[in-house]
């Protein structure tokens, strides 16, 4: 009690009911089981007994900020875009949006 929660997640447009779940892979990764929208986390937050949930910020992850760099190699987001469309990854889902969540409990 008192603490305060910052997240940081992969989110979709979409409202409190809007929730991706992928078949298989997100952007090639396998690790990704759900991307909720913003209202729908904030639901989920205020569910689990958070309160003051409020979202500070939305962004679009652009291939600029995630490239391959002397220190990394190996393949980074521009190669799980669909080439012909970067708003879409390369199983034709939305491209990767992250938001950040604060909330108290």
């Not at 759900?34 to 409020?54: I, Q």
């Not at 002397?70 to 875009?81: A, G, H, I, N, V």
Request: charged share 25%; with cysteine; hydrophobic share 40%.
């Amino acid at each position: 009690k008192g603490g305060e929660l910052v997240l940081e997640t992969l989110v979709i447009e979409g409202d409190q009911q809007q929730v991706l779940v992928p078949e298989d892979r997100y952007a090639q990764m396998r690790n990704v089981w759900f991307l909720p929208s913003v209202p729908a986390l904030e639901l989920w937050l205020r569910r689990a007994g958070f309160t003051d949930v409020k979202c500070v910020d939305v962004s679009v992850t652009t291939v600029e900020e995630q490239r391959g760099t002397e220190w990394m190699k190996y393949q980074s987001l521009s190669d799980f875009l669909d080439p012909q469309d970067h708003s879409k990854t390369v199983e034709g889902l939305p491209a990767p949006m992250r938001a950040v969540i604060v909330a108290r409990k």
